[in-house]
């Protein structure tokens, strides 16, 4: 069967993961949440003190830096691995959250983060959500979806995904993160998240989880 790549790009907590992963099950293709390898970046350089702003430090810690992904049983999904060690339940907190768009806009990060998504996916068979990658990372992917949903919304959805690992967090400082995040993650130079041309466009506002999956389902089979 002919394999391509699904592109899932879009605003901060509308749903990328969770469709993507639930698509990549529905055709056995991979999963690569690319979030996650610029959160565990920003992991990295709050443990080892990085300053953002010094090249040469930044060079140093990328050259350092490795990242994976392996699946987990119990949970049914990847988690990401920094350096060989488990970051899946750190690299969602908040903290990480309120650093991860400036780390995230430095370009060198960029580089090197989107040189290694290209390589986890030449052989296509993936979906992958992010920013970035149907505009830049795979601006030749079969399948370009462009999610969004309304703010309120989707910080409701976060701040729920966060209590169900055990952290509280106020409704009013999710929503500012998310905004704060959008705003640096759509204006900065390099790779900044843009709606591709040829995106089609999904708000999940109103949508359930399932008519989301069948949906990108269904640009799937009409690419085949
Ligand atoms: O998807 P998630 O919300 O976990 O992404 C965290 C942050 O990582 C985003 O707010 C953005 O700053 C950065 N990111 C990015 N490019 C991607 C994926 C995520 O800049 N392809």
């Excluded at 990295?44 to 990242?67: G, S």
């Excluded at 650093?99 to 986890?120: D, F, G, N």
């Excluded at 959805?157 to 106020?170: A, S």
Aim: charged share 30%; net charge negative.
């Amino acid at each position: 069967m002919k394999k391509v790549i699904i592109a899932l790009d879009g605003h901060s907590s509308c749903g990328k993961s969770t469709t993507a992963k639930r698509v990549a099950a529905k055709l056995g293709y991979a999963f690569i949440d690319t979030g996650a390898m610029y959160r565990a970046v920003s992991l990295y350089f709050h443990e080892n003190h990085v300053t953002l702003t010094n090249p040469k430090e930044v060079e140093k810690a990328l050259a350092d830096i490795h990242i994976s992904f392996q699946f987990n049983e119990h949970r049914g999904a990847s988690d990401v691995y920094l350096n060989g060690l488990n970051v899946e339940e750190e690299i969602r907190k908040m903290y990480i959250s309120e650093m991860v768009s400036e780390t995230s806009a430095i370009t060198l990060v960029r580089k090197a983060m989107v040189a290694q998504q290209q390589q986890m996916a030449k052989h296509r068979g993936v979906v992958m959500d992010g920013r970035d990658i149907g505009s830049k990372v795979f601006p030749d992917a079969e399948v370009k979806v462009f999610m969004t949903a309304d703010p309120v919304i989707r910080a409701e959805r976060r701040q729920k995904e966060l209590l169900d690992k055990g952290e509280l967090v106020d409704l009013d400082e999710i929503i500012d993160n998310l905004k704060k995040r959008d705003i640096l993650d759509s204006t900065r130079a390099e790779g900044p998240l843009v709606q591709a041309e040829d995106a089609v466009l999904m708000d999940t506002s109103f949508m359930t989880l399932e008519e989301q999956v069948n949906f990108v389902l269904q640009l799937h089979q009409n690419v085949l």
